[in-house]
C-alpha cells in the first residue's frame, strides 16, 4: 500500500513538493513514514493520506490549510491518535493530508493569579496537568489515555473522564481558543475571561466538532486549587436506584468536594475475578455479593482529617438508611490507587480478555439510570438469550460504559450490530445519547439520521457548510453521510 | 405615536389580522397597549412596531415566526424587558413584530435525582429560584434584576451575576433547549444530559446570540444543592493587587465554598455616604479609610459553626501576612443582607443620584485588574482632568463595573464617548471584553468593528447568514452594522 493511491500522481507530488516547501522535507512524511498515523489506535481502520504533514507551530498550520484550501484538499487533523470513534483517521481515498498537531506540544504561558494557563494543541494532557501541578495547581482533566492524547484532541471531542462530576467536561475546562479556519487565517480567541458576552460562542462551536470546522492549534485552560486531601472509598450498594438516590444525599452532604462517583456492576467485578485472578478486591465476601458498587471519591479545601470524618458520617447516615450495604475507606493513597487501578485497569484488561463484547458509550439522566439498565437488559435478553451486561462508568454524569457480551455461538457482526441499535435505542428512549463523551466521528455518525431529529441535523448542515463551505475539514466525520 | 408607521398600512393590518388568527384578539397589541414593551427600562431607547406579540406557548411562538418569515417580517424578542443594551427593544421603523415570551412562565418539570429542572423562557427568575427551593434545591443564578428578568432574556444575554464565582454564567448552568428556529421550526434539545457529544454545540451557540439566531422557548437547567450554612465578611484591603492576592489565598483555602467576591472602591463608598446620609457602613473609621474593600461570601455543606470558623481562619492568616486591613463577619442574616443591600441597592441608587456617569461592564483576566485601573485611571485623568473613578464588581470573575464621572462643567455627549473609547481600549489593551455580562444588544454592537477581529467577525456572519439568512430575527443586534 501507498498513502496516496488514488490522487492523480503528479498532482499529489506537487502538493507534496509545496509542504515540503512551508515545512522543510522531514516534517512531510509519506509511506512506512506516515503509516502510524494512517491507522486507528483501536486498529480497526486505516486510511490513506497523500502525506502526514507535521507543523511546528500555529502559522505553519495556517500555511499548509491554505494551501490545502487553494488545492481543494482535503485535511485530517490528528492530535495522540487515542480517539475511540476514528475521527482522527482518513478515508481510503488517499485524497487528505493528514495534518498531526504533536509538534505544537509548547505550554505558553501559566497565570496562576486569573488561574489559567495557555497550552498548544499537541501538548498531552499529562504535561497539561504536570505544567499546572508545577505552578501549584489543578488541571482536573483526567482519563484513561492521558500519557499519550492530546488537548487538541481533548477539546475537539470534548473529552469528559473520572473529574466532570466535580468540574465538568473539557468544554466548561476551556476559558479561549486559538483556531485555525478552513481558508488558513488564524482566529485568536485566546482571552483568558471568565466572562465575555461579545457575540457568537465560538469556542464552543469549536469544541466537539472533531475538526470538521477548523483546527485548534491552542487553548486557554482554566486552573483550579489543588485539593487538600482525598479520600476514596468502596461502596456495595443492594440495588441501582439506591446508589442513585445515595449520589443525591452524598451531593447534599459532600457538596463539591465529591468529585468522583463511578459504578461498577457486580458483573464486572466477577469478569475480573474470572480472567485476572490474582487481583485483588476491597471487602468481604457479603461485600461482594452486592449487585452494584461504587468507587466514591472526595477531595477538597479541607485537611486530611475533616476530609475522611466527612465522608465517614456521609457513609454511616446512609448505611443506617439502608441505602448501601458496604464501605470500605481507603487508608492510604496505594489503597486508594488499588481502587482506581481495579476501575481503570484491571476492568478493561478483563473485557480485553472476554473479547467479543459490544461497548457503548451511553447517557441519560441520572434519575434514569435505573430504569435504563432493566430495560435494556430485559430487551436484550429476549434479542440474545444469555447476553451478558458488563455495565460501569460515570453515574454522576449519567454516563455509562455498557458492555454486552453474547454467548460465544451467537457472536457475529450482525448480532453485533443489532445488540448496538438496541442498546441506543434504549439510551434515546429514555431521553439519553448515543455518545456521552467519546464523539462521532466515522464510527458513529451514521446512526445520527436515526436519533437526531431533521431540525437539528438542518441546523449543524448549515453551520457546516457556512464555515467550511469546501468541505475540507476532516469530511465524513461528525455529520452523517447524505 | 402609532407603533406601526412605517409599514404600508394594509399589508400592516393583513399581518395583525393573521396574528390576532392564532393568538386571538386580546394577545395581539397595539397603540397605547404596546408601548410599554417599546421602550428599555432606562428610558433611553423607543421603537416601534406592527404589534406586540403575547404566544402562549411554543407552538404558538411557531406559528408567529413561520407567518412573519412568509411575511419577510423582523422579529425582537423580548422577556422582562430589563437588559441594559436595548437587545430587546426594537428599531423606528416600525416593521418588526416584539414577541413577548411572558407568558411562556411554566415550570415543565423538576427532577431532583437529576439535579435538573425545565422553565420556560417567560419564567421570572425568582420564580425558577423559588422552585428550586421548593424542591430542596438550588438554582444558583442571582442578579439585581431577579424579581422581573426572564430565564429567557438571562440566557440570550448570558447573564452574570454575583454566583459565577462558584457556579458560573447562565451558560454554564444550562443543560439543554428549546428553541425556535427563524423559519419557525422547534428544536427540541431540552435534553437533561451532563453529557451529549453528539454534534456541534447549538446549545451554547444561541445562549448569548440575543434572539438573533432564534428565539429560545425553555430550557433545562441545572440544580445544585442549597448550602447547609452561609457567612458574609465585608474586607478591608490595603490596596488593589492585595486584594487579588487574597482572592487567590481564599479560592484554596475555601475553595468551592467561596461564593462570592465583589470587590468596591472607597470612592463608591464615599459616594453612598454623600448621597445617602442615613446609610450604615460595617467596620471602623481605620476600616474605611482603606482604598478597596470587599463583599466576600462563602457558602457549602459545612454547618455553621464549621463555615465559620473556616472563613475565620483564612481572614486571619491573610491579615497576619498583611494582605488585608481589617475584617468584618456579619453575624447575622440581617447583617449578612444589610451588607449586599450596600452593595447592590446604596451603591446603584447613589450613582443614580450623583448623575451623569459613564459606565462600563468590562472584564479583563483577573490577574490584570490591577493594572488596569492603575492605567485607565491615568490615562482618563488627562482626557478629563478632574473625574472621579467609582468602580466595583465582581473581582473573581475579573468583572468590573467602571463608572467615570467628570467634573460637571466637562459633562458632554461628546466627553461621554470620549470615555467610553478610552475604558473599552483600556480594557481590551489588557486582553479584555468591552462587555463581560450585559451583552451587546443594539448599544455595544457598533464598537465590535474597533474591538474584534476581521477573521471573527465573518465567522459571526457566516453563522448569522447561515442559520437566519433572511436577517429577520431582531436585526440590528449583536453584530456591528453593515
Known amino acids: 500500500m501507498t498513502a496516496h493511491a488514488f490522487l492523480p500522481a503528479l498532482a499529489a507530488e506537487k502538493l507534496r513538493a509545496e509542504l515540503r516547501g512551508i515545512l522543510g522535507a522531514s516534517h512531510v512524511l509519506t509511506d512506512a513514514d506516515a503509516l502510524p498515523f494512517l491507522t486507528d489506535q483501536r486498529g480497526q481502520l486505516t486510511g490513506r493520506a497523500v502525506a502526514v504533514v507535521r507543523p511546528a507551530n500555529t502559522a505553519e498550520v495556517a500555511q499548509v490549510v491554505a494551501l490545502c484550501a487553494r488545492h481543494g484538499t482535503p485535511i485530517v487533523p490528528q492530535g495522540g491518535n487515542t480517539g475511540l470513534c476514528g475521527g482522527a483517521t482518513p478515508d481510503d481515498s488517499g485524497r487528505a493530508v493528514l495534518l498531526s498537531l504533536a509538534r505544537l506540544n509548547r505550554i505558553r504561558s501559566i497565570d496562576t493569579e486569573n488561574d489559567s494557563l495557555v497550552a498548544e494543541a499537541g501538548c498531552v494532557l499529562a504535561a497539561v496537568q504536570a505544567a499546572a501541578n508545577e505552578a501549584g495547581r489543578l488541571f482536573p482533566l483526567s482519563l484513561g489515555s492521558e500519557g499519550s492524547c492530546t488537548i487538541g484532541g481533548n477539546l475537539g471531542t470534548n473529552a469528559g473522564g473520572t473529574q466532570v462530576l466535580r468540574y465538568g467536561n473539557a468544554r466548561q475546562l476551556t476559558l479561549g481558543l486559538e483556531v485555525v479556519t478552513p481558508s488558513g487565517e488564524i482566529w485568536d480567541g485566546l482571552k483568558g475571561l471568565r466572562k465575555d458576552n461579545t457575540g457568537y460562542d465560538l469556542r464552543d462551536l469549536y469544541i466537539g466538532s472533531e475538526g470538521t470546522l477548523g483546527i485548534i492549534t491552542a487553548a486557554t485552560l482554566r486552573l483550579f486549587p489543588q485539593p487538600a486531601a482525598e479520600r476514596t472509598a468502596f461502596v456495595a450498594f443492594p440495588s ?80 443506617e438508611r439502608g441505602l448501601l450495604r458496604n464501605a470500605v475507606i481507603a487508608s492510604s493513597i496505594a489503597q486508594s490507587q488499588a481502587l482506581w487501578h481495579l476501575r481503570d485497569a484491571l476492568l478493561g484488561e478483563a473485557l480485553r480478555r472476554a473479547g467479543g463484547a459490544t461497548s457503548h458509550d451511553i447517557s441519560v439522566p441520572v434519575s434514569r439510570i435505573p430504569a435504563f439498565i432493566v430495560e435494556a437488559e430485559a430487551r436484550l435478553q429476549r434479542l440474545v438469550p444469555g447476553v451478558q451486561i458488563y455495565a460501569f462508568g460515570h453515574l454522576g454524569d449519567g454516563n455509562l460504559h455498557y458492555n454486552a457480551l453474547p454467548p460465544a455461538e451467537l457472536r457475529s457482526p450482525q448480532t453485533h450490530e443489532q445488540l448496538r441499535r438496541l442498546v441506543h435505542d434504549a439510551a434515546v428512549a429514555q431521553g439519553g445519547s448515543i455518545s456521552a463523551e467519546h464523539g462521532l466521528g466515522q464510527v458513529k455518525n451514521k446512526e445520527l439520521a436515526r436519533y437526531k431529529s431533521t431540525v437539528e441535523l438542518q441546523l449543524m448542515r448549515a453551520i457546516k457548510a457556512a464555515l467550511d463551505p469546501q468541505g475540507l475539514m476532516n469530511p465524513g466525520k461528525v455529520l452523517p453521510p447524505g
Open 240 to 319: 441501582l436506584p439506591a446508589a442513585v438516590e445515595f449520589l443525591a444525599v452524598a451531593r447534599i452532604g459532600l457538596g463539591e468536594s465529591l468529585t468522583a462517583f463511578e459504578v461498577i456492576s457486580s458483573t464486572c467485578l466477577d469478569l475480573v475475578r474470572r480472567h485476572i485472578p490474582q487481583a485483588s478486591f476491597p471487602g468481604d465476601a457479603e461485600e461482594r455479593s452486592a449487585p452494584w458498587h461504587a468507587l466514591v471519591e472526595i477531595g477538597g479545601s479541607d485537611d486530611e482529617s475533616a476530609t475522611a470524618q466527612r465522608l465517614e458520617r456521609v457513609l454511616a447516615n446512609a448505611l
